[in-house]
């Protein structure tokens, strides 16, 4: 099947109610029909469902869609995206363990490794997303793991995973992509070489920010691994976020197509605009990287960075004017949100690192929605005008 009909007909098995519509499994456990089958439950000598810490239906059918459209052999859900980072690293590494990364990431995945690993002894190295002759040097024996986000956050700089896989299949370590900007309809890593993609689920997966959830995807045997660990640390996705992220699959073809398409020409009438001082979107010719998103992605997602002309006031000034854009830190909603990153989702930096990361006082991201595309350039011009 392809993507947009695996999305809407993957689905837990009916009940004896033959309901059309999954049902909501909201139960912490399972009643066994007998010891015999209790025992050899416990001993995964039988496949079925335990606890909810461990497995519930609405988790198997968002991981069972998921894994098709990221062409994965399997998954495990978290209560978040950053319980899914984490969970991949206590997971997959050691003490004594070094992790390279791609100096473009997350805030708080910037913390987990220069703060939070450090505590068991598991160092990292950043290299800046485009010195592919430094990632090589950097793997030292110990290097476990290359993390990497592409399209990045919010520099929306783009690695080619394709080149850094060859690197990692070299010296034998994981290559780890994060892939919440694309979704599994712009881009797969895994068909690129990644052995695992983590998505932060509340972002476009939900798509109307409503809820949290995290997905780990990858071979089998690397996800139970992961498994193995997620079941006793307890980062568990509950039933009724997975019942809705399931449900947001249906429509996630038809939504990043529109985000998509909405943000590609936002992009192209910031360029043109006196206030702006840059734009860099996947899909833009000017894009240092365009031929590399080209190649791995089928369009250029929904977000879109800029910096105004004027630094800090000048970019405070572009929020406060806003009228239909939100002014939260989320992104990947059906509504369209501007946000500052250097106030808010990478705040924790100092003003050093998050020049290092090319996020400069007046930097802009702007997650474009999938409202008229017409109202949304309206707010936008208006407010670089004020």
């Known amino acids: 099947m392809n993507q947009e009909t695996q999305a809407i007909r993957i689905q837990a098995e009916r009940s004896q109610y033959k309901e059309h519509s999954v049902p909501l499994y909201m139960t912490s456990s399972y009643a066994f029909d ?48 950053m319980a899914a980072v984490f969970t991949t690293f206590g997971s997959l590494l050691s003490a004594g363990d070094h992790i390279v990364s791609c100096r473009s990431v997350f805030g708080s995945t910037h913390r987990l490794l220069t703060e939070i690993l450090p505590k068991w002894n598991i160092t990292s190295t950043y290299i800046d997303f485009d010195q592919y002759e430094l990632f090589e040097s950097a793997i030292q024996d110990n290097t476990k793991m290359l993390y990497i986000e592409t399209p990045s956050n919010p520099g929306l700089d783009i690695i080619d995973i394709e080149r850094l896989s060859v690197i990692c299949k ?55 691994k992961v498994e193995a660990f997620a079941r006793h640390t307890g980062p568990a996705l509950s039933p009724f976020n997975a019942w809705i992220l399931s449900k947001s699959l249906e429509t996630l073809p038809l939504r990043m197509e529109r985000h998509s398409s909405n943000a590609l020409v936002i ?31 089928k369009w250029g ?57 090319g996020i400069s006082d007046g930097l802009i991201r702007l997650s474009i929605g999938l409202e008229t595309l017409e109202d949304i350039w309206v707010d936008v011009e208006q407010a670089l005008e004020g």
């Open 34 to 81: 007998d010891a015999d089958e209790m025992s050899a439950l416990f001993a995964e000598e039988k496949e079925g469902n335990i606890y909810s810490r461990y497995s519930n239906p609405n988790i198997k059918e968002l991981l069972d869609k998921m894994c098709a459209l990221e062409k994965a052999e399997a998954g495990w859900a978290t209560a978040s995206g």
């Open 170 to 224: 070299k010296k034998n370590i994981l290559l780890v992509v994060d892939n919440c900007f694309s979704t599994p309809i712009i881009q797969q890593p895994i068909l690129f070489g990644a052995d695992i993609v983590i998505h932060s689920a509340t972002k476009y997966i939900d798509g109307q920010g409503r809820t949290l959830g995290g997905i780990i995807l990858g071979t089998k045997t690397l996800i139970d």
């Open 267 to 297: 992009a192209q009438k910031l360029e043109g605009n006196k206030q702006v001082k840059w734009v860099k979107y996947p899909h833009l010719e000017s894009h240092p990287q365009y031929e590399i998103a080209k190649k791995q992605m």
């Open 301 to 357: 997602g929904g977000i879109v960075s800029f910096e105004i002309n004027g630094g800090l006031d000048a970019g405070r000034a572009f929020l406060d004017n806003l009228q239909l854009f939100s002014l939260t830190a989320n992104l990947g909603d059906t509504r369209s949100i501007a946000t500052h990153p250097a106030s808010t989702t990478h705040s924790k930096l100092t003003p050093e690192q998050r020049a290092e990361v």
